[in-house]
């Protein structure tokens, strides 16, 4: 049997005795107990003897037994303590007993059953043995979705609310049509239909499948939006307020929107309108009208040149007409405060920013009242305790235009945090998180207290920082009887442990990387062989490892741990790392170098094969180094400063080294001492929507040429010179976030600048820790440690002067300006993606005497960021050179791979 059930129509259930319509409940309760009891109820079926009953005389019986009929799949007792129904229980046959009208109504609310009757079959005396006939309802075995593709199938699968072995019926069927129509209809498809197919299962007996078919039909757009009566306002204005609902055409506001439908966005709107009124002290608006109504289709141009039109509408274009009032203008004129005992009325109108003859903005005025970070009640009231406090601001007189203002504030009583607890750290430890926050129990609770813990939260990266912005509010519980605040943070965990694989060019040479980073390690569980699965974790460390090779030639290994709490008691950053390299030459056996024959190519370098080359174990450079490093969380002039403290040996070991080092044999030591004083505002480190970001370090060496002067530096052994580098090299960076429209699309402003002075004019600048600018920052070696710069839309170094003496590129002064559009595209806790436009500019020069910080090399482009917690960021850019280079004939476009980097 094969039932179909075309769109818009009502189902019927497939039952032998059913009731079509749920709603008919009622009346079946008390009539199945009552009316029909005088009938048939209390009456035997065919085969057994009607029973003589006085329903005139109504008389109590004990049940003395239950049985139930007409079920396959159900357990009978089960349905027997459904009922409430038990033997021993006293009922009558007097009309709608209510021990039967409330058994029936137990069993019909389970939507399992077509028809519920309850029937005495059999009376002695004062007993009576009660039957349960029921109709079961056919059960669904396997649905499915047809009519999409894949992708949309397994999302419309993950909505619907069947269930296998569930009950069939009209209700059940109905509601997961209409989930079907929400979930398009809220991306456009308002003309969607679903058909559904209902078939016997072939195998299971009264059992059904179901085949929902799928048509969404063309997603409806919007054509064009119109306002009238708006004569103060012009109609653009108006548009652009309208965030979710949005018409064809080119301006600003529509360009990243799109122009669907969607009936609860476009509600949301018109109240953004009215906002929009408001704001510009327009409180008497009003929208008087509004039609949405189907218009042509715009065909295409040459269908409009050649052939005429035949203006006939479309289900899928969509026209908006508002029709709205605007009403007088109002401005503020006197403003006074009521119930402020705590602080006086100048302190409040300095916070309120309001003065007589302001635009009237209700807006305005509850941002400035309430909800911003710096309004009178976060400023005065709720960072002090007084979380219950409250200001009604009433209109008082309206003389021609202007509005005078009576803020009422209601103060309360200062709430102290109660309890603070925290749930979903499945692999964090509680201490670790517990460290991390500002809302401590017994202190007076504080906003702004309560922002930096989910600040501070966000940026151990361990949990989900767009769910902890979005859900934060819901965090607090306050409770104004007892005057306290509970606090609890649900968490939502995520892995950030991080994988790399990578490869990069440099020194003529192709270098590989793999390398694995904890970051959050658990050193004192090292010991436990169980906590090894992969690795332990849950005290907030981290612990890297990495290793670069391109063969028997390169190889280099570093190690890296780092403690943000030391000792456990204070936010003390403790760090260690250290690292070896080993590089070898090359040559080939079969040539001459003395005079230059042979085949094969000669030295490793200038691109020739390397396929008759040789290892020489007795020509190598090792390069050791240790780097120990303390930090701190400062409290002056806000919690958002830190200070940091690096002390770094590196020591550079040469034998008979021909690979274009300042000199062959020797060593040439790099020590060094770090200062880095910062601050940073920054919510989401991976997506950061607002904020800033601001840092100045120095690393500098002690000046050994000035403890001896009479040396001659210009005139001395490169590898005395050298024994001891020396140098001092200062790095400032600043960002700056700023969402733009809503909370997607962000404004990111960066400026850098960097520096490597020298401390006598004799000793000259440092052959070491300079600058290379221009590329995608993923060159893979670079021989003297400097810092690698990207520039989009330029190559690799282009940017940087070449020091034909050492053979190498290095600046000692760049500086470099960004700007970047980001837009979210994916924002889930396993990955994040976003693209993103920028417009760049930099430059590098050998001297600080040429430095010109309006000189600079400009570039264009697009990209996007692809962030997976197993591997960190990886990024696709193109940049398009505007400016040309002097000796380089390089192409203007170039793109760029970014991987565990950010520009």
């Not at 003395?64 to 229980?89: C, F, M, P, R, W």
């Not at 218009?295 to 269908?303: D, H, Q, S, Y």
Request: net charge positive.
């Amino acid at each position: 049997m094969k039932q179909v059930y075309p769109n818009k129509t009502c189902i019927t259930t497939i039952c032998k005795t059913t009731t079509t319509v749920k709603q008919t409940f009622l009346l079946s309760a008390f009539v199945i107990c009552g009316i029909l009891m005088h009938n048939s109820v209390f009456a035997q079926q065919d085969s057994i003897p009607v029973l003589d009953l006085n329903y005139e005389l109504p008389k109590k019986y004990y049940i003395e037994e239950i049985s139930v009929s007409g079920v396959n799949y159900a357990d009978k007792n089960q349905i027997i303590t459904l009922s409430g129904l038990k033997i021993g229980d006293v009922i009558s046959n007097a009309t709608g007993d209510d021990k039967c009208r409330q058994a029936i109504k137990r069993l019909w609310s389970q939507n399992s059953y077509g028809s519920v009757d309850i029937r005495i079959v059999k009376v002695e005396e004062d007993k009576a043995w009660l039957e349960i006939q029921l109709a079961e309802r056919p059960h669904i075995m396997r649905w499915e979705v047809k009519g999409l593709k894949k992708s949309k199938t397994k999302d419309v699968m993950e909505i619907l609310t069947l269930r296998r072995g569930g009950s069939f019926s009209d209700y059940v069927i109905q509601s997961n049509v209409a989930k079907i129509k929400k979930y398009f209809a809220e991306k456009g498809y308002l003309n969607t239909e679903v058909d559904v197919t209902v078939k016997n299962d072939t195998i299971l007996k009264n059992a059904v499948n179901v085949t929902f078919k799928v048509d969404r039909k063309s997603k409806v757009k919007i054509r064009k939006i119109t306002f009238e009566g708006n004569e103060k306002i012009r109609s653009g204005k108006l548009k652009a307020a309208m965030k979710g609902t949005k018409e064809k055409g080119f301006a600003f506001h529509s360009i990243f929107k799109s122009r669907k439908f969607v009936e609860s966005k476009y509600e949301e709107d018109k109240d953004k309108v009215l906002e929009y009124y408001n704001r510009k002290g327009y409180r008497d608006a009003e929208i008087l009208a509004d039609s949405v109504y189907k218009v042509p289709k715009r065909r295409p141009l040459f269908k409009r040149i050649f052939k005429k039109s035949d203006n006939q509408v479309s289900d899928s274009r969509l026209a908006i007409n508002l029709k709205v009032h605007e009403g007088t203008r109002y401005y503020f004129r006197n403003i006074n405060w009521v119930g402020n005992t705590k602080y006086p009325t100048e302190y409040l109108h300095r916070v309120l920013r309001i003065k007589k003859g302001d635009i009237y903005d209700r807006v305005l005025l509850k941002e400035r009242l309430e909800t911003d970070d710096e309004s009178v009640m976060t400023y005065f009231y709720h960072d002090n305790g007084y979380i219950f406090a409250r200001a009604n601001p009433v209109e008082t007189n309206i003389v021609g235009d202007s509005i005078d203002l009576e803020i009422r504030i209601f103060e309360g009583e200062q709430a102290r945090i109660n309890r603070v607890t925290i749930v979903g750290n499945t692999k964090t430890n509680e201490r670790v998180v517990r460290r991390e926050l500002r809302t401590v129990p017994g202190d007076l609770f504080s906003v702004s207290k309560f922002k930096e813990s989910i600040r501070m939260l966000s940026a151990m990266k361990y949990f989900d920082a767009e769910e902890l912005t979005k859900k934060a509010g819901g965090f607090i519980k306050p409770n104004e009887v007892e005057s306290t605040v509970d606090v609890n943070y649900e968490l939502t965990e995520v892995s950030n442990d991080q994988f790399e694989l990578s490869g990069g060019w440099g020194a003529r040479m192709f270098v590989g990387s793999v390398g694995v980073t904890f970051n959050n390690f658990a050193a004192s569980r090292a010991l436990n062989l169980k906590s090894w699965r992969p690795v332990p974790t849950g005290d907030g460390q981290t612990l890297g490892l990495r290793f670069q090779t391109n063969g028997k030639r390169y190889q280099q290994f570093s190690v890296s741990f780092m403690e943000p709490w030391l000792g456990g008691r204070k936010p003390i950053n403790f760090s260690v790392s250290a690292y070896y390299s080993n590089q070898t030459s090359i040559y080939n056996p079969y040539y001459d170098y003395g005079s230059g024959y042979g085949y094969g190519g000669g030295y490793g370098y200038g691109g020739y094969p390397y396929y008759n080359y040789e290892y020489d174990s007795n020509e190598s450079m090792k390069v050791l180094g240790l780097s120990v490093g303390l930090g701190h969380r400062l409290k002056w002039p806000d919690n958002h400063f830190t200070l940091s403290y690096n002390v770094t040996l590196q020591r550079y070991k040469l034998k008979n080294w021909t690979g274009g080092f300042l000199f062959s044999n020797g060593n040439a030591n790099n020590f060094s001492l770090e200062f880095a004083f910062g601050r940073s505002s920054i919510f989401n480190p991976i997506f950061p929507r607002q904020g800033s970001s601001f840092s100045v370090r120095l690393k500098m060496t002690p000046p050994y040429s000035l403890f001896d002067n009479s040396k001659n530096y210009a005139e001395m052994n490169l590898t005395e010179k050298y024994r001891w580098i020396e140098y001092h090299k200062w790095i400032v960076d600043a960002s700056f976030f700023q969402p733009l429209i809503g909370e997607d699309l962000i404004l990111m402003a960066k400026a850098q600048f960097g520096y490597l002075g020298y401390y006598n004019k004799a000793w000259g600048y440092s052959p070491f820790e300079g600058f290379v600018v221009g590329g995608g920052g993923m060159s893979g070696y670079v021989m003297y440690g400097q810092d690698i710069i990207a520039l989009r839309g330029y190559e690799d170094n282009s940017l940087t002067p070449y020091d034909n003496a050492r053979n190498a590129y290095q600046g000692n002064v760049y500086n470099k300006y960004t700007m970047e559009l980001r837009y979210p595209v994916i924002m889930q806790p396993a990955s994040q993606i976003f693209v993103l436009t920028f417009l760049e500019g930099g430059n590098c020069w050998s001297s600080i005497n040429q430095f010109n910080p309006f000189d600079i090399k400009r570039s264009v482009g697009l990209g996007v960021r692809v962030n997976l917690n197993i591997v960190g960021t990886l990024g696709l850019d193109w940049g398009y050179g505007l400016d040309r280079i002097e000796g380089r004939d390089m192409k203007r476009g170039q793109l760029h791979f970014v991987m565990g980097h950010t520009f």
